[in-house]
């Protein structure tokens, strides 16, 4: 089974600046079937990245997904208010679904 | 492309909670739905996943003998029904569609939380 780990637990920053996200895969994975989520509080999560790279529908360049292997990165490059959340990954291929236990991203 | 699932439920120990996920906005055969829950500060648990065309599921190991899940294509609703619970099935509850273009479970019911309690 592919275990997920996310770093940092919590990520303390300010608008406007640069968030680095990490997800460390136990073995080597195909980036095809690795996704980036966000979730706020009471909210369902929300896809942000698939494929280790490519965009989902309306979300914006500030958000770039890369890596591939075991690491992936999670980078917003320029934070809003509204990005201050939990950050997951997700992988499945074949089975079983896994996630990372999360990013915390909080206002400093 | 839309889930909305049943609303928040209280149970006891050892009764059963049926949650509904109702889909609207793409082709209900189209796309298995896994279930998945997330308690109370915790990561995600994947629970199994169903195949709204054909009935077909597939469930997780720790949940065999204690999930159900099935679909009305009539309603394009699909249910996941949890039996012998505990407090330690507390928890949301999620829906969620699986695309296979993007790889990933694009689209998410908004959550059910059940909360087991004496």
């Known amino acids: 089974e592919i275990v997920l780990t996310q770093s940092p637990g919590t990520l303390s920053l300010s608008p406007g600046e640069r968030a680095t996200l990490s997800c460390r895969a136990s073995?080597?994975?195909?980036?095809?079937?690795l996704a980036w989520f966000q979730q706020k509080p009471g909210q369902a999560p929300r896809l942000l990245i698939y494929?280790?790279?490519s965009r989902a529908t309306g979300i914006p360049d500030r958000f770039r997904g890369s890596g591939s292997g075991t690491d992936f990165t999670l980078t917003i490059s320029r934070l809003e208010p509204e990005d201050f959340a939990v950050y997951f990954c997700?992988?499945?291929?074949?089975?079983?679904?896994?996630f990372g236990q999360g990013t915390r991203l909080e206002i400093k | 492309v839309q889930l909305v699932q049943s609303g928040a439920e209280v149970k006891k120990p050892g009764a059963s909670v049926k949650v509904s996920c109702k889909a609207s906005g793409y082709i209900f055969t189209a796309n298995y739905i896994h279930w998945l829950r997330q308690a109370p500060g915790q990561g995600f648990e994947w629970m199994g996943w169903i195949n709204p065309d054909t009935g077909g599921r597939s469930y997780v190991e720790n949940f065999q003998g204690r999930v159900t899940m099935t679909r009305d294509t009539s309603t394009r609703t699909v249910y996941m029904e949890l039996n012998s619970l505990t407090s330690d099935d507390t928890a949301v509850y999620f829906c969620?569609?699986?695309?296979?273009?993007?790889?990933?479970?694009?689209?998410w019911g908004q959550g059910t939380l059940i909360t087991v309690s004496s």
């Open positions: 969620a569609r699986w695309d296979p273009r993007t790889l990933s479970t694009d689209h």
């Open positions: 494929g280790a790279s």
């Open positions: 073995q080597r994975i195909s980036a095809s079937y």
């Open positions: 997700q992988h499945y291929d074949n089975s079983p679904l896994t």
